[in-house]
Structure formats: structure tokens, C-alpha cells
């Protein structure tokens, strides 16, 4: 089969590659209707993260399943499934509080876990997959593959920073995982939404999934804007969607005492100042997102077509050209490459 591999930094190849196979009973093989390029690859691709051996590309997924192991019980072989980028058992009790991505079983789905390929190989299947009601219509797989992970991610950040009715929130970052943050914010409620953003494409479709507001300022400047638009206090919520130093603070600083970040951004070298994070009287809370935790209700949404969250793949391409898609996203010419297997 085909599969995009990562050799060093910028050097991203589509290769042959084994089928993959049942190893363990708890295992399944899914044959993808899609599968997309993340924020999160751009980190080894731009060097920021090593690279050693041929790395196997990509870790959001959404497709047929092909063939199950014997002691798969909740999806079976033509079914349409979405799963996470980390596999749980969904049966522990750190599944069971909703933190699926710390099962104290999980297995790593994330980049190298080669779902950027036609088949992949899903362990704990039972935990981790999530059969649609039938098979969807073609115009529906970027949704429900947009569940796999950034639509997923954003809602996270959305309910960790608390998000709902009556409140301001502001996202920080306008990638996937930031717009689908706005998305989230709308959805759980929020009275009002800022998006901080310089980029008039993304601009755009933050104010069709819900924004209010836009705030085009980055940094301190930026945190005076959103106080401009709360009467000096600060957002009740903000999600912080990018994962540096300059966009946690960012995030610290625009929240009002006593309200809540919700980070999901991978966070590369960050630092907290202790003595500010223990004046400002904000709360903090993210991590890799329990993306399993939302599918179900994510899934029906779409299926429902309530929200359409695979409005963020503006550029699609066969699997074989994913080089350019990394190129683009790179440039910032595309927010989110949807790839065809």
C-alpha cells in the first residue's frame, strides 16, 4: 500500500509500504476514505522536533473497516468507524472519568502512527472506534474525519475553558484547532466569541462557524484588544490553540480573573511564571485532548448535519501528492490538506 513517510526535516516521502495486519486479538484494520495533514506534523517537518528513522506519517483517521480481531465486539467489517489519535480501552477508570488519552492501556496513534496510508491498523478497537449510524455520504467524511482529531481538540479546549452561555470567550490561534475551538464556543452556547486573527481567509471562516469579534493584534497588543472588548477585564474563557510561549501568555493575560484556559495547543518550550499565573487568579486546564470522549455526541452532530467542521480542509489532494500538501500547509497557504487514499 501507499503511505506517507517523514525521512528528516522537510523531507516527506509517499512510499510503498506493508499492509498492515491483526497482531492482537483487540485489533483492527480500517481501509481509509480520508485522512489529513496536522498542525502537530509541521513541528518534526520544520526540525523543531527530531526526526530518526523513517518516520510513518499521520494520525487522523476515518474509513471502512476491513477485518477485526477476535475479540472485537463493537464494530464490525463494512462499517464506517472514527477513532482517535490515541487507542484506549475506554473500560479503565481514567477512560471511565473521560481522560482516554491517559488510559492507563492507550497506545499512540499520533504522528508516526502512519494513518496518512490506505489501511491502518487500529488497536483496542473496541475503545477506540466509533461506528457512524450507516455509511455517509461522500460530502460527509471531511466532517466525520475532522472528528478524529481537531474537531475533537477544539472541544476540548472549549470545555476546559468553561465555555457556555453567558460568556466572552476568546481563541487563541487560527489554525484547525482554533477555528473549531470557535466552532465549539458556539455550539456549547458562548454569548460571545473573539478570534485572534491576521489572516482574512481564516478571519472568514471563524465568523461563519460563530465569531463575534476579531482581533487581528498578536501578544500583549492583542490582550489589550480583547480588554478593550470586555470593559478592561478579560475574556471568561480563552482556548489556546498553538502551543508557544508568546501564545500561552498571550492566553494567560487575556483571561479575566477567575476564568478559565483551556490549552490544547502541543506546547513546545513553554514556561509559566509562577508568581504572575499566581496573582492572575486564572484557571488552568488542557492537555492532548480525550477526543474519544466526544464522539459520540460529535458524530451525531454531523451525521445530523447540525455542523459542518469539515469546512477546514480548503485544499484536497491524492495521497501521492502529500509532499505539496506539507508545503503548503508550511506556507500557510492551506489551513488544513485533506488527502485521498
Known sequence: MRGVVMHAPGDVRVEDRAEPAILKPTDAIIRLS?????????WPYRGVDAVGDPLPMGHEYAGIVEEVGS?????RPGQFVVGSFFASDNTCEICQAGYQTSCVNREVLGTGGGAQSQRMRVPLADGTLVATPDV???DLVPDFLAASDVLGTGWFGAMA????????VAVVGDGAVGLLGVLAAQQLGAERI???????????LALEFGATDIVTERGDAGVEQVK???????????????????SMMQAIRATRPGGHVGYVGVAHDVALPGEELFMSHVHLHGGPAPVRRFLP??????????????????LELPLDEATAGYRAMDSRQAIKVLLRP
Open 194 to 204: 473573539i478570534a485572534m486573527s491576521r489572516h482574512e481567509p481564516r478571519q472568514k
Open 136 to 138: 455517509p455520504d461522500d
Open 228 to 246: 478593550a472588548l470586555t470593559g478592561g477585564l478579560g475574556a471568561h474563557s480563552v482556548i489556546e490553540a498553538v502551543g508557544t510561549q508568546e
Open 34 to 42: 480520508a485522512t489529513c495533514i496536522c498542525g502537530s506534523d509541521l
Open 161 to 168: 475553558a468553561e465555555a457556555g452561555p453567558g460568556k466572552t
Open 297 to 314: 455526541d460529535l458524530i451525531d452532530r454531523i451525521w445530523n448535519r447540525g455542523i459542518r467542521p469539515g469546512r477546514v480542509f480548503d
Open 71 to 75: 475479540e472485537v465486539t463493537t464494530v
